[in-house]
């Protein structure tokens, strides 16, 4: 039982109806350090990543449970991409002291919730207030096969495939901030960006596919994270421009403001689908619901002295794609 004290209170809310703590280690063993979307330590794969209202979220735009949500999916997209099952988490907490008792209840029931639907068990962490809400959380997962998904695993004609289509977070956030009159014309944008609904075993599934190749989530653009795999794994790799699955509202939003969905496709960031690198048949891949829909866009060659990535583009003229990725420095 917790004392009378605010505080305990509040955490002890948090854990009740908690996804249980089981006492399971890592199947496959292995140690790697920083570069990917996760470090692993003994076959655990870790992952931090932390939201920050103003930066990440305001709840102007979302409400407390989307705030929550979007942070949860930015954490588990990271295991999901080494091709890893979120277990457990540790989690910060700082509660803005203006929010009222409302909106600190409902934070509370939906990281409590958020990870409990997903059975991974809170098993520590800390709980403070500020001028500004956060979310702080280390998760950890265990991998579906014997290695984890790797940035540096792509080979010379590795074919390159997104799963689900692109550019919707982006396009909903420049919505907001350019036409919030309009939020209502276009609610799928606006949802996603607030928060995301991601294929979250889509890593795992190719483990269990045994398609081992090279993968990393979306997170900071396309365009950024295609110059990450081609300087990881030391390979040029091209994009096609009309294989990209860029999402029909999005194209429907860049014909009326006159916006070019390229932009939102290889620059939007905080997609978290998943940009992989593959070798196997691509037959494997089709009409799998578990990775959520996959498509290819483009292939990996040899590295020259060349651009990391070009794009072939609908008039045949092939163009550098530079990283653009979102910086919070």
């Given at each position: 039982?917790?004392?009378?004290?605010?505080?305990?209170?509040?955490?002890?809310?948090?854990?009740?109806?908690?996804?249980?703590?089981?006492?399971?280690?890592?199947?496959?063993?292995?140690?790697?350090?920083?570069?990917?979307?996760?470090?692993?330590?003994?076959?655990?794969?870790?992952?931090?990543?932390?939201?920050?209202?103003?930066?990440?979220?305001?709840?102007?735009?979302?409400?407390?449970?989307?705030?929550?949500?979007?942070?949860?999916?930015?954490?588990?997209?990271?295991?999901?991409s080494m091709g890893g099952t979120?277990?457990?988490?540790?989690?910060?907490?700082?509660?803005?002291?203006?929010?009222?008792?409302?909106?600190?209840?409902?934070?509370?029931?939906?990281?409590?919730?958020?990870?409990?639907?997903?059975?991974?068990?809170?098993?520590?962490?800390?709980?403070?207030?500020?001028d500004v809400g956060m979310f702080?959380?280390?998760?950890?997962?265990?991998?579906?096969?014997?290695?984890?998904?790797?940035?540096?695993?792509?080979?010379?004609?590795?074919?390159?495939?997104?799963?689900?289509?692109?550019?919707?977070?982006?396009?909903?956030?420049?919505?907001?901030?350019?036409?919030?009159?309009?939020?209502?014309?276009?609610?799928?944008?606006?949802?996603?960006?607030?928060?995301?609904?991601?294929?979250?075993?889509?890593?795992?599934?190719?483990?269990?596919?045994?398609?081992?190749?090279?993968?990393?989530?979306?997170?900071?653009?396309?365009?950024?994270?295609?110059?990450?795999?081609?300087?990881?794994?030391?390979?040029?790799?091209?994009?096609?421009?009309?294989?990209?699955?860029?999402?029909?509202?999005?194209?429907?939003?860049?014909?009326?403001?006159?916006?070019?969905?390229?932009?939102?496709?290889?620059?939007?960031?905080?997609?978290?689908?998943?940009?992989?690198?593959?070798?196997?048949?691509?037959?494997?891949?089709?009409?799998?619901?578990?990775?959520?829909?996959?498509?290819?866009?483009?292939?990996?060659?040899?590295?020259?002295?060349?651009?990391?990535?070009?794009?072939?583009?609908?008039?045949?003229?092939?163009?550098?794609v530079s990283p653009r990725a979102?910086?919070?420095?």
């Open positions: 039982m917790f004392p009378d004290v605010p505080e305990f209170k509040f955490i002890d809310s948090l854990l009740k109806n908690a996804a249980e703590f089981k006492h399971e280690a890592p199947q496959h063993r292995g140690w790697l350090g920083v570069g990917d979307d996760c470090a692993m330590f003994d076959g655990w794969l870790v992952t931090k990543d932390l939201s920050v209202e103003g930066t990440h979220f305001r709840l102007d735009w979302s409400t407390p449970e989307q705030a929550v949500e979007k942070h949860i999916v930015s954490n588990v997209s990271d295991i999901n979120p277990r457990l988490a540790v989690l910060g907490l700082c509660i803005n002291k203006n929010w009222s008792e409302e909106t600190r209840t409902r934070v509370q029931a939906a990281l409590s919730q958020g990870f409990a639907k997903r059975g991974i068990a809170l098993i520590g962490g800390d709980t403070v207030a500020g702080s959380t280390t998760l950890l997962g265990t991998l579906a096969g014997e290695r984890p998904l790797l940035r540096s695993a792509v080979k010379p004609g590795d074919t390159l495939y997104v799963n689900g289509t692109l550019g919707k977070s982006g396009a909903g956030l420049w919505l907001l901030l350019n036409h919030p009159e309009a939020v209502d014309e276009f609610p799928t944008l606006v949802e996603y960006h607030l928060a995301p609904k991601i294929c979250e075993s889509a890593g795992a599934e190719l483990l269990r596919l045994g398609a081992y190749g090279a993968c990393m989530d979306i997170s900071d653009g396309l365009s950024s994270e295609l110059n990450h795999l081609a300087l990881s794994s030391s390979v040029n790799l091209q994009i096609i421009e009309n294989k990209l699955p860029i999402d029909p509202e999005v194209l429907r939003l860049c014909a009326k403001f006159g916006q070019n969905p390229l932009n939102f496709a290889l620059n939007g960031g905080e997609e978290y689908h998943l940009l992989f690198a593959n070798s196997s048949p691509k037959s494997i891949f089709k009409e799998n619901t578990q990775l959520g829909g996959v498509c290819e866009i483009g292939f990996a060659v040899e590295k020259t002295a060349g651009d990391p990535v070009s794009m072939l583009c609908k008039n045949g003229e092939k163009l550098p979102w910086s919070h420095l």
